[in-house]
């Protein structure tokens, strides 16, 4: 078609025709795309934590009310959202459809869109991402805001204060509620791939319920929504330290509610306690009750509305109970105390009136009467006491018993009539006073008489002098204690008389000296008590389990408080006594230690009780310390340091002993391996070691035997002194034996020397298998005592030597007939000539020749041509090499 054909018209029409429905379809598909839109924006404005309205201004919930409203209008919200996010597929399912008239199009699982699929899928995915985070920061805004969002109650649990719900419930259930958002992203199903179809449950073993594919992983996955997860957990966690920050502020009450009431206060009254005292505890505890009253009842801490009202009227309650039995308490005191004055009076006023015919009797009412005027202090000072309990009683409005009330109040004015009563029995009393003070004297003057008997019997026979037998003094003590106590009591008796009678009262000295010198003497024997049962308790002790550092202690302890004694009491005879035997048994404890050395042996021992004259047990089992105590060691101290000398000298000795013994029961030869050609045998190694521990060995003993103190091993020394002389005998025999025969088995082992002295040479066989034999015994056993002691080795070895030398001279007699038949061979050594004359090759002088020849370096040989046997020599070589 060009522009002038004729249905340009027609093409125009139909164009335009196609274009309107062209632009028809577009405004359906988005149309369409934007009821998507609207529907991901109302999951991504979606607001997720919504809270219940108050009940009245200032009213909060508590966080479980708070959050399970948030759960339920959750679960309809998400159930609404997932049924518009399921719709999604409709929708794009009613896109294909206006896009239907495409050919290519087939419906909702359509190839060609699998791309716009992917896209809403994508789109879907992000929006509820979104959803979860815009909730999420949201939640933690609020937590982190000042504005309350639930209430937390203070309650009391003594000895607890615990916030209702607690610490850990509100923690697990905001943490809990973060997780349930993220995990509301499971209600969005996901599509199969390459359509908009949602992908049905599938069924997996181990699974009760079928696994659906929702976006829940993609969404729990994400950073960002795992941090603002955290930063949940994180924002309730410091809400709830601020809480535990300001619940510290009770920690000062906790003493209300802390113990039990009861029992803290009977201890609290164990000590006396004046009214005073009770006082300040009521205001302690009014004060108390101020300062709670005056604290606020609720506190907004951050998110967390606090209500302490609860927790301030147990308090108050706790402070009001501690007040209410304290005031029993005191008032069952008060009344106890009042009851217990006026009986006391009225006791007294009965006294009064007793008949007074004898002695006994007069000084009974005297004693009332004096104790009246006496008591004024007294009485006083008790009825104040209960005069103020009564008053803090009263100035803290506790009801309090009338009668005990008038009580206390009469109890001045009872005194005083008490008072003028007995002073007008003393009046009375002036007659009979009178006669009694002659009896009274008659009385003292016999009693003085027992006294100063008492007193020369106590310097003659008492505890204080007995001299070292501080047993028998501590027998006495009970006795004379007894004595004392008794003569104590009719002094006092007459005493007090002579002081109701107004007579001056008699001094008996004698009496007083003993009972100044029997408290002294009380403390001595209580240490010497004390000491005696602990060297009882040691003496028990086996000898093999002696602790010398338990009694160290022991008795420097006694010594210490003997030291502490007051003058007087030291200058005592039984004190110096005392103190003297503590000290003799200090000095006896190194002995003791000296005899615990493990050096010490049974004939020490014997030694001992022979020059000691004490005799005891030795049996470890049985031998305690008792029969070290009883030789009072530090009676011997010169004796047992001269035998614990001895002894350590001599165990010094034994020791050395063992060391030989040991070190020689464990010497060995080295025994080496003899080869040469096809002949084995064994030879000594190296004996240098040996021979300087023979030295060294021996010059101990020596030392030892010089030694005074050898005795009890002098037998022993010499043999073995007897035993390393026949070592050393023995062995220098054998090196000599070994040296010849390694010399002479080199020569008649083998070769032409042993055929020219066939003779010598079958002697040396005899003597070699002889030696062969020692030193394979030698190999099996290579102990060094037991080789040089085996019966007749000796005399053996000095067999052999003889033998070898024998040998050595036959083949020296044979070595001077070679050299005197031709005289240059005296130019060589034994040892060069034997190499010439054992050798079958005549090339062997060649090393030699020079020596038996001036000038002649070497010889020159060749095989003669007419005989090849034998051997010529054609020319003679000098050191210059000249021919």
């Known amino acids: 078609m060009n522009w002038c054909s004729l249905i340009i018209p027609i093409y125009v029409e139909k164009t335009l025709s196609q274009l309107g429905s062209f632009e028809t379809m577009i405004k359906a598909v988005h149309r369409i795309s934007e009821d998507m839109e ?72 359509s190839p060609f869109i699998s791309s716009y699929y992917n896209y809403w899928e994508r789109k879907i995915f992000y929006a509820i991402t979104e959803m979860v985070i815009k909730n999420l920061r949201k939640f933690i805004h609020d937590l982190r805001s000042d504005k309350p969002l639930f209430a937390v109650e203070c309650l009391l649990a003594p000895p607890d204060v615990i916030l209702n719900p607690q610490t850990n419930d509100i923690y697990k259930t905001v943490v809990a509620s973060a997780k349930d958002m993220v995990l509301r992203a499971k209600k969005f199903v996901r599509w199969l791939h390459g359509t908009c179809n949602e992908a049905p449950p599938q069924r997996i073993k181990h699974l009760d319920e079928p696994y659906v594919f929702s976006f829940f992983p993609d969404v729990a996955f994400n950073p960002e929504v795992a941090d603002l997860v955290a930063e949940v957990d994180d924002a309730v966690f410091k809400a709830l330290i601020n809480v535990q920050k300001y619940m510290s502020r009770w920690k000062k009450h906790r003493h209300l509610w802390k113990s039990d009431k009861e029992d803290l206060l009977n201890k609290w009254l164990e000590k006396h306690r004046s009214a005073i005292d009770f006082d300040y505890r009521f205001q302690h505890y009014q004060r108390c009750i101020r300062e709670v009253e005056q604290l606020p009842s609720n506190k907004d801490i951050g998110c967390i509305h606090l209500n302490t009202e609860p927790l301030a009227e ?5 402070a009001q109970e501690w007040i209410c039995l304290m005031a029993k308490k005191l008032g069952a005191r008060a009344g106890i105390q009042v009851r217990s004055v006026y009986a006391e009076m009225m006791d007294k006023w009965s006294d009064l009136d007793d008949r007074t015919d004898n002695l006994e009797e007069l000084k009974s009412v005297l004693t009332t009467i004096q104790n009246i005027k006496d008591s004024l202090l007294t009485w006083e000072t008790k009825w104040r006491a209960v005069q103020e309990d009564f008053r803090t009683l009263t100035v803290y409005n506790i009801e309090v018993p009338e009668e005990d009330m008038q009580l206390q109040r009469d109890l001045p004015v009872t005194y005083q009539i008490l008072l003028m009563k007995a002073k007008k029995r003393d009046n009375k009393l002036m007659s009979v006073k009178e006669k009694f003070k002659v009896i009274t004297a008659r009385l003292v003057e016999s009693f003085a008489k027992d006294a100063d008997a008492f007193y020369e019997k106590f310097l003659l026979e008492g505890p204080g002098s007995v001299g070292d037998n501080l047993t028998l003094g501590e027998n006495l003590m009970s006795q004379y204690e007894k004595n004392l106590e008794e003569l104590e009591e009719r002094r006092l008796e007459l005493t007090t008389a002579e002081k109701l009678l107004h007579v001056p009262c008699t001094v008996f000295e004698g009496l007083a000296d003993v009972k100044k010198q029997m408290a002294g003497l009380q403390v001595v024997y209580a240490l010497y008590k004390e000491q005696s049962a602990a060297k009882s308790k040691w003496s028990e002790t086996l000898w093999v389990d002696l602790d010398l550092d338990v009694m160290n202690r022991g008795i420097d302890d ?151 103190y050898i005795g009890p091993f002098l037998g022993v020394v010499q043999s073995w002194e007897k035993a390393l002389a026949k070592i050393s005998e023995v062995l220098e025999v054998w090196l000599q034996v070994q040296r010849k025969w390694l010399y002479l088995e080199g020569i008649f082992g083998g070769g032409d020397i042993s055929r020219q002295l066939p003779e010598q040479a079958k002697f040396f066989d005899k003597i070699d298998k002889n030696f062969k034999k020692i030193m394979e015994a030698t190999n099996e056993n290579p102990n ?66 020079i020596k038996m020849y001036d000038n002649i370096a070497s010889l020159g040989f060749q095989k003669n041509p007419a005989n090849p046997k034998e051997i010529q020599v054609f020319s003679m070589i000098s050191a210059e090499k000249e021919i």
Request: net charge positive.
């Open 38 to 109: 609207n529907i991901l924006n109302m999951v991504k404005t979606q607001h997720m934590f919504k809270r219940k309205a108050p009940l009245f201004p200032g009213h909060y919930y508590n966080c479980k009310e708070v959050l399970d409203y948030a759960y339920s209008q959750r679960d309809l919200d998400i159930e609404h959202l997932a049924k518009k996010v399921s719709s999604i597929g409709v929708f794009i399912f009613k896109m294909e459809s206006v896009l239907a008239s495409n050919q290519q199009i087939s419906g909702p699982s």
């Open 558 to 708: 006694f010594i210490k408080q003997a030291k502490k004694w007051p003058r007087a009491i030291k200058k005592l005879p039984a004190a110096v006594q005392l103190d003297s035997q503590l000290k003799q048994f200090k000095d006896s404890l190194p002995l003791i230690n000296d005899l615990k050395s493990e050096v010490l042996r049974e004939r020490h021992w014997n030694e001992l009780m022979a020059k000691t004259n004490q005799h005891f047990n030795m049996d470890p089992a049985t031998f305690t310390l008792a029969g070290i105590f009883s030789m009072k060691l530090y009676r011997f101290t010169t004796l047992i340091t001269e035998i614990v000398v001895a002894a350590t000298k001599e165990f010094s000795i034994e020791k050395g002993i063992a060391d030989v013994e040991d070190a020689w029961k464990k010497a060995k030869f080295i025994v080496l391996p003899y080869v040469k050609g096809n002949r084995k045998a064994f030879i000594l190694g190296p004996v240098d070691e040996i021979s300087q521990n023979l030295d060294d060995t021996s010059i101990n003993l020596q030392n030892m035997s010089a030694s005074k």
């Open 784 to 849: 060094i005592k037991q080789c040089t002691h085996v019966d007749k080795r000796l005399e053996e070895l000095v067999s052999l030597s003889d033998g070898l030398e024998k040998c050595q001279k036959s083949l020296n007699d044979y070595l001077d007939s070679k050299r005197n038949a031709f005289p240059r061979f005296f130019f060589l050594s034994d040892d060069e000539l034997l190499s010439i004359l054992g050798s079958s090759d005549p090339e062997c002088v060649q090393e030699h020749i």
């Open 314 to 318: 147990a308090a108050v309650a706790h």
